[in-house]
Every structure is written in C-alpha cells, then in structure tokens.
C-alpha cells in the first residue's frame, strides 16, 4: 500500500514540475587502478545511478531499432590506446511491442567498462557519452551527453542526471509492462473477480455453514455484530496474507523480466490453461481434506479465536474454485508494483467477504437465496472459457519477444473467436461438460450472455482482415505481425494526396529526406521554418519534442494522434513541427552555437532543438508538446504524454481558442527576429 501511494506521489510530482528540467540519474567514473603506468593495461568504469522508476537504455542492442542506445566516444590521443570493446556488465534484457524488437537497459545500477593501455606518462583520456533514460511512471524520456576526462594529474567524470519514458510500460510495460489496465482498474477487476467467485459451486454453499455457525452463536445484538465483522476481517486479512507473503517477489526490480521473458509467461500460460481445465471438470485443485479438517476442529472452539478459523475454514474449502481466480489476479499483477498484489487481493477478498459478513449478521436473509444448481456449475464454466482465452496473452508476449513466429495477430484473432463462439453456444445449452445439470431450455440470462459472447466474436472478425480493434490493444500481437492488412493495402493503391497548404504556399521542409511526421502528416522539423509558415497561413504552431528512440512518442502517435479528431485537427488547424531532439546529424559549422544553458557547442540538429526546449520552455522530457502563435507566444499550458484522447483534444481546442481569439498569449515564450 505504501508503494502504490509513493506512485501516486511521485506522479504527482511529476505533474507538478512539467515546467522543470528533471535530474534523476547520477554518474561516476574511475580509473581502476587509479594511478596507472605506462603500458599497463587498466579498466575505465562508468558507473551510473539511476532513480526508482527508471531506467537506462545500454549500449548492446541493434541501434536501428529505435530507442536511443548509450554510446561512447573517445577521442584519439597517442597517450593510450583501446583494448577491445566497450563492455555493459549484466544489462537486463526486454523486448519492445512499439519498435518490435529486443533492446537492453538497467535499472537502479548500470555499470560499462573500457580496457585501455597507458602508452605515455602524460595521459590524457578524454571524450563524451551519450545515452537516454525513460520512466515507467511520466512515459518519458530524456537524452543526455556528458564528458569525461582522465589525466595523470587528476581523474574526472562528469555527473548527469536523468529521467524518461518505456509502457512500459511496455514499459513497460511493465511496460505492463505493459499493463493493459491502471491500477485502480486492476483493483476494480480483482473486486469483481471477487463477486465472481461467489456463484461457484465450492463457495455458494458456504453460505448456509454460515449462517448455521453464527445462528444462535450469540443472541446479544452487540455480540453478533462483533462476530460477523471479525468473520469478515478475518477473510480479508488470510487473503492479504498470501497478498503480502507475495509481494517481494512480484516489485518493479523484476517487472520487465517478468514481462518480456520466455520462461515465465510460459508459465504463466500453462498455469492458466491448467486452471481453464479445473473449471471445466477435468479435474479438481484441492487441498488435503486432513489439513482442511483440523482447521474445521479449530473452528468449533469459542470466542473470536474460533470465528478466525471459521473465515479459514472458508477459505480453505473454495479453494478449488477461488484457486483458480487468486492465481489469475497474482499473475496478473507480476512485475506491478510492490503493493499490487497486496492491493489485488484486498479489492478480491472485501467482495468475497462482504456477502458472508452480512449473512453473518443478518441469518434470515438465507431464505431469499436461489437454491444450489447446475447454474453454478455453469458460471464456473464461464470463467473457465476466460481463464483459456486470456492464457493465450502471455504466450503472445514470448512469441513476439523471441520472434518464434507461432502466434501472430490472425492466428490469436482466430483462437479467441472459436473460443468465444464455444462458449456462446455453451451458454444456449447446445453443448454440455462435467457437472451441468441435463436442461432442456436456456435461461434468459444464459441468452442475454449468449447475445453479448457472440456480439463479441462478431467485433473481433474483422480483426482478421486488419481492422485496429483498439478496445482490445493491449491484449493483442501487434498490428505488424499481421499477414494480410487490407486496411494498409487499401491505403497503399490509394495513391497520392493533393498537396496541403504547407506543401502550396510555404518553404519546402528541410530535413524531410529522413525525419518524418506520422499518419501522412505535412510539416515542418525546423522552428524557424515552422514559424515564417505560421505567419504565412496565419495558423498557430504545434511543435512535438520528440525522439527517435522515444517509445511514449510512438505510443502517442499510434494511440492519441491516429484518432480522427486529433488527427484532423492536427492536420487543418496547426503548422506542425516535429523538433527531433536525439538527432545526429550536424549542421554546418556557420550554424553551431554555444548554449546559455550548459555553454556547450551546439553541433547537430537534436542538441540544439534539446537546447531550444530547455532554454525556452525549461524541460528535457519527451513526448512534450507545446502551441504558439505567429510571434512564438504561448497560447495554453504545455502538454506531455496524455493517452486521454478527449484530454489531448482540449488541450488543442484550447491553444485553437485562444488564437482565434486574437490573445496576445499567455507568456512570450520565443523572442524572433
């Protein structure tokens, strides 16, 4: 709990400080041994800190990908030479459904060492090292370079600090880790998972050894209510228990192993498939009756001592049927937060012990209750069907991360729609497992499911043929393992489209040769460029800090951007510009400049658009966006990484708005010649 606040905290933080420039990540660097001689062979350590939250990408994965990796440059001096490679110890390994590839980083710690040979007394070691950090919580990333420099006379290395972006949380993410769902909506998911468990048939009839242990227990109103509320408690604490006893090995140190990694989502896919046979009556998980019999005895003693083993008796006879769900919400909530599977199995066990309270309290309730049935059998069934359909989501993720190639988006799609179909025709009694009872009619709320089951198989068919289907964007393979598009071959033989008013009336963009906007966007990725359009068309400007290796960037512009009232007003109201700020290209020496910030040489075009983004609007993070007029007035509050789409689109109606209404901005953010 006090990990989920600290997140909480820290988001707000983050908030609170768009307008800062974020310093999260420290380095230092040593000569070992530090007092070398000539033609010794010694070991440079670049040691990097790097804040909860965050990581650092390293220096061992395929450049092209897309996320920015460390590089190190040393500049030739005939004091030294290099022996072998620039070598990162012990990166983590993850794999990015964004760039669709495997790419290493560190958290917490990162460490890279050079093997070099002192060749001259007088040794001068000296260059710089370029890298970028992302954050799990802000979904941004930050590139940094810094110096470094060794002498005979004294040792130095620069200290940086740092902050970025994954989903990922993939990150992330982790990048859910990727996690399809916010925290809240875990707990809300673990609480009706809860409710859930209550129609299954080891737990519904729990509740006249419920009623029958507490009936006459104690007749004093004070007494009973004391009881039924320990009853309760007690639920709630065992399952917080097994939260708790978790928790260590479920926090964010191992979050993106846990997501990205072969080994545990194959387990995690057959523990669910194994869970799926359970509830459809191939076998049953249980505990040893011995075991659960001794709890019972405990139980018949008085006093609150035998209410706590009650609750535990009642806990230890559903087993068979909340086994299956505790296990699903534990799973899902690996590589969470610290406090996720605690917070999972509170929100699971208040809704499974608050019915028992109440029947606790209230005996004579019991009379208003269905009686016992094949319907119970049934919702186990359900659940079984969506304990099956759900594994299939974390051998996705070890298919796409090794690129096995066994279940791409249309072979998934396909498995999924004859596993719904399956169960809508289950539901209409058309087919029969292991403990249904033999009926000849479907109940109305059996139809009503049906209805919905096979309204969902009907949305995801056209999914086989290329539709987005973005409801269901995090449980799916990626678009691009998609064989047959028809969305993209249609787009394709569609050909060209007329020309904009940016391609009509204004300069032809510079740079466009090889930067790029998404979704057939027309801009610019200079400001000064951007700004004479502006004037121009009279429209205001929309610049995008953005990065190559920006994974939030690309979440963005897949999730946020493509939308059609994001996307029509980007391309109708605004001069877009994109200002790279990882780039390495260099200018011509005519453009180089010393910043005011860090008086440093500004060379290529993403050190001066970084430069720019600091030294104006005082932040290094990306994805940050930012709406001007003509003159390089701020027209509304700057924006960052927002997959709220009706969020982002009020942060442009409002930069709209305040152009149209001719105001003078509310800061002067860019003095122009």
Not at 199 to 225: A, E, Q, Y
Request: with cysteine; net charge negative.
């Amino acid at each position: 709990m006090v990990r989920a606040w600290v997140v909480l905290i820290g988001c707000l933080v983050s908030f609170l400080t768009t307008g800062q420039i974020l310093e999260p990540a420290k380095w230092e660097n040593k000569l070992n041994p530090s007092n070398p001689s000539v033609d010794q062979e010694v070991t440079i350590e670049f040691a990097a800190t790097i804040d909860d939250e965050w990581y650092l990408y390293s220096s061992d994965f395929d450049p092209d990908l897309g996320p920015m990796v460390t590089e190190f440059v040393f500049e030739p001096d005939d004091s030294y030479e290099l022996v072998g490679p620039l070598t990162p110890v012990n990166p983590k390994t993850g794999y990015d459904s964004i760039f669709e590839g495997d790419y290493t980083y560190f958290r917490g710690k990162g460490l890279f060492t050079q093997k070099i040979r002192i060749l001259k007394n007088d040794f001068r070691i000296a260059g710089y090292y370029s890298y970028q950090v992302c954050s799990d919580i802000t979904g941004q990333c930050i590139p940094f370079e810094e110096d470094f420099l060794f002498t005979n006379e004294q040792v130095t290395g620069a200290e940086a600090t740092t902050q970025s972006a994954e989903n990922k949380k993939g990150l992330l993410s982790q990048r859910d880790v990727n996690s399809p769902y916010s925290l809240w909506s875990f707990m809300v998911v673990a609480f009706l998972a809860g409710l859930a468990a209550l129609l299954t048939p080891c737990v519904f009839p729990m509740i006249p050894m419920t009623v029958t242990f507490f009936t006459g227990r104690d007749n004093k109103k004070s007494g009973r209510v004391r009881n039924s509320l320990i009853y309760g408690l007690s639920i709630v604490v065992i399952y917080v228990m097994i939260g708790s006893i978790l928790a260590p090995f479920m926090g964010p140190e191992t979050a993106n192993d846990l997501a990205t990694g072969w080994l545990p989502n194959v387990i995690f896919f057959v523990v669910f498939v194994v869970f799926a046979l359970s509830f459809f009556g191939l076998f049953e998980i249980t505990i040893p009756s011995k075991f659960i019999n001794e709890v019972d005895r405990m139980g018949d003693k008085g006093g609150l001592v035998g209410v706590f083993f009650m609750a535990l008796t009642l806990v230890l006879v559903s087993f068979s049927c909340t086994g299956p769900i505790v296990g699903s919400i534990l799973v899902e909530s690996a590589g969470g937060l610290v406090g996720k599977p605690i917070l999972g199995m509170l929100s699971f066990s208040a809704a499974f012990a608050i019915p028992f309270t109440l029947f606790a309290l209230f005996p004579g309730w019991l009379s208003s209750l269905p009686k016992s049935g094949g319907w119970l059998n049934s919702v186990k069934v359900v659940l079984g069907f969506l304990e099956l359909a759900f594994a299939f989501k974390f051998l996705s993720i070890a298919d796409q991360a090794y690129h096995w190639r066994i279940l791409d988006r249309e072979v998934y799609l396909a498995i999924w729609i004859v596993i719904f179909s399956v169960m809508g025709f289950y539901l209409l009694g058309k087919i029969r497992l292991p403990g249904d009872s033999e009926t000849r009619t479907t109940s109305v709320g059996g139809l009503i499911m049906a209805i919905v089951t096979f309204s969902f198989v009907v949305y995801l068919i056209p999914g086989l043929f290329g539709a987005p289907l973005k409801s269901l964007a995090g449980y799916l393979p990626p678009m691009s393992s998609h064989d047959f598009n028809i969305t993209e071959i249609v787009r394709e033989q569609s050909g060209s489209s007329p020309l904009s008013e940016v391609e009509a009336r204004c300069e032809e963009p510079k740079y466009a040769d090889f930067l790029e906007l998404p979704h057939g966007l027309n801009g610019y990725f200079d400001f000064e460029q951007a700004l004479a359009c502006a004037r121009e068309l009279n429209k205001p400007i929309f610049i995008d800090f953005t990065g190559h290796g920006c994974v939030n960037c690309r979440e963005m512009e897949a999730r946020v951007w493509a939308e059609p009232e994001v996307l029509n007003r980007l391309k109708n109201e605004f001069i877009v510009t994109a200002l790279y700020v990882d780039d390495k290209t260099q200018l011509p020496e005519e453009d180089w400049y010393i910043s005011e910030y860090d008086n440093k040489l500004k060379k290529t075009i993403g050190k001066q658009n970084a430069d720019f983004q600091i030294t104006h609007f005082n932040n290094n993070a990306q994805p940050f966006y930012v709406i001007l007029d003509q003159n390089g007035n701020l027209l509304t509050k700057p924006a960052a990484y927002e997959l709220n789409v009706g969020k982002f689109v009020a942060f442009l109606d409002e930069g709209i708005r305040q152009f149209k209404g001719d105001f003078p901005g509310i800061t002067s953010a860019i003095t122009s010649e």
